[in-house]
Each structure stands twice: as structure tokens, then as C-alpha cells.
Nanobody, 125 residues
Framework: VQLQASGGGLVQAGGSLRLSCAASGRTASNYAVGWFRQGPGKEREFVAAIRWSGDTTYYSDSVKGRFTISRDNSKNTVYLQMNSLKPEDTAVYYC???????????????????WGQGTQVTVSS
């Protein structure tokens, strides 16, 4: 399984970006996806996660109400719509997939077996 994250870039505070995470290869029939990010000098942290069905989503408190995770299973792609961006959202964003369905500890890196290469998001003030 390969994950390709894209859509990052430079945006002013208050702006928007949409990240994409495209999966290819032997994906499972009900894989879950999470987005994580790592800011400068910080540890990687959970951002959002989504079940295969797409009807259940989870967010960190820092992005709740501003970011929306969604998926198009026909395209094997998960999206992260980021609105009202702040300078503190500057980070490398990673998508991750878990082929064994959704995990209780969806906010921890260890439950995801596959990772994309990351895409840089920079928010200027």
C-alpha cells in the first residue's frame, strides 16, 4: 500500500487549503485514515481521522470547527479541508492508513501501518 499526500503550500492566515491523500496498491476493504502533523521543533500530533464509511470523524481540539476530513472511496482518496488557517497550523502534514479497520486509539501513530511522505503547509501571519 502506498499513500501519496498532496495539496500543501503557502497561504496567509485566514486562508484555506485542501490536502489529499491517495491510496494505491492492495488496500483493504475497510481501511481507516488519519492525518497527523509535525510543526517546527515539535513532535508529530494527531489532527483528524475518519472511518471507512465516512460517517464518523474525529478531530483534535486545536482544529475542530476549522478542518474537515472526508473521503471518496471510489477514488481511494481522503481529503482534509483546512479553513481559517493560523500560523500555528504550519507543519508537515502526513496521512496514515490502517488496513484492519478503525482503532480505538485512532489518535496514536502506532495503530497506523502505512504512511504517506508528508506535504508542507506554511501559514504566514
Amino acid at each position: 500500500v502506498q499513500l501519496q499526500a498532496s495539496g500543501g503550500g503557502l497561504v496567509q492566515a485566514g486562508g484555506s487549503l485542501r490536502l489529499s491523500c491517495a491510496a494505491s496498491g492492495r488496500t483493504a476493504s475497510n481501511y481507516a485514515v488519519g492525518w497527523f502533523r509535525q510543526g517546527p521543533g515539535k513532535e508529530r500530533e494527531f489532527v483528524a481521522a475518519i472511518r471507512w464509511s465516512g460517517d464518523t470523524t474525529y478531530y483534535s481540539d486545536s482544529v475542530k470547527g476549522r478542518f474537515t476530513i472526508s473521503r471518496d472511496n471510489s477514488k481511494n482518496t481522503v481529503y482534509l479541508q483546512m479553513n481559517s488557517l493560523k500560523p500555528e497550523d504550519t507543519a508537515v502534514y502526513y496521512c496514515a492508513a490502517r488496513m484492519r479497520g478503525f482503532a480505538t486509539y485512532f489518535y496514536t501513530e502506532g495503530v497506523y501501518g502505512y504512511w504517506g511522505q508528508g506535504t508542507q503547509v506554511t501559514v504566514s501571519s
